[in-house]
T-cell receptor, first 112, second 114 residues
């Protein structure tokens, strides 16, 4: 009964491919996020959704397209993968009115 | 937007010693300052947080101090143990509305040697 679960845990793919990462939370939270952690461990916000609406988009290339079918799910689709996209992608959730973030276990993306 | 600076990037201490990690932030509207611990290969997890109306908060061996005037806050770990070895991130946020996200510092890799 993991609170924030994301799949897959590992993703190895070739440059130019399109891939998706899925995230689901069972905490009843109304806000979900995608963070990117690069090889130097820097955690950077990419997107934030509140009740299925995009709230934050931090100058992420439009090859990245988040989709939130409902407030418990936030998926990330990446087109035309590049070497620089290699990183660990963390999904997270929180409840409006409470800043505490609950992170998923991360997806390690390797673009070859 | 908010810019959070964190120092040092690496810290090595002997077991039993204290460790201090410092952060500064740029946006005076920030009012929430959490600290996250990330063990190797794991997810970041909240260990302690402080709000702008409080100057200090303590939880067993961990304490956080905040100086709003100087826009800096610090994490103090006393009586360090090998299991404290991890990457620690500070963060700052303007609040809990959905329009604000946590902006993280670049992390401090703490190594506690027996």
């Amino acid at each position: 009964d993991t609170a924030v679960s994301q799949t897959p845990k590992y993703l190895v793919t070739q440059m130019g491919n399109d891939k998706s990462i899925k995230c689901e939370q069972n905490l009843g939270h109304d806000t979900m996020y995608w963070y990117k952690q690069d090889s130097k461990k820097f955690l950077k916000i990419m997107f934030s959704y509140n009740n299925k609406e995009l709230i934050i988009n931090e100058t992420v290339p439009n090859r990245f397209s988040p989709k939130s079918p409902d407030k418990a799910h936030l998926n990330l689709h990446i087109n035309s993968l590049e070497l620089g996209d290699s990183a660990v992608y963390f999904c997270a959730s929180s409840q409006q009115g409470n800043e505490k973030l609950f992170f998923g276990s991360g997806t390690q993306l390797s673009v070859l | 937007g908010e810019n959070v600076e964190q120092h040092p990037s690496t810290l090595s201490v002997q077991e039993g010693d204290s460790a201090v990690i410092k952060c500064t932030y740029s946006d005076s509207a920030s009012n929430y300052f959490p600290w996250y611990k990330q063990e190797l290969g794991k997810r970041p997890q909240l260990i302690i947080d402080i709000r702008s109306n409080v100057g200090e908060k303590k939880d067993q061996r961990i304490a956080v101090t905040l100086n709003k005037t100087a826009k800096h806050f610090s994490l103090h770990i006393t009586e360090t143990q090998p299991e404290d070895s991890a990457v620690y991130f500070c963060a700052a946020s303007q609040g809990s509305n959905s329009g604000y996200a946590l902006n993280f510092g670049k992390g401090t890799s703490l190594l506690v040697t027996p």
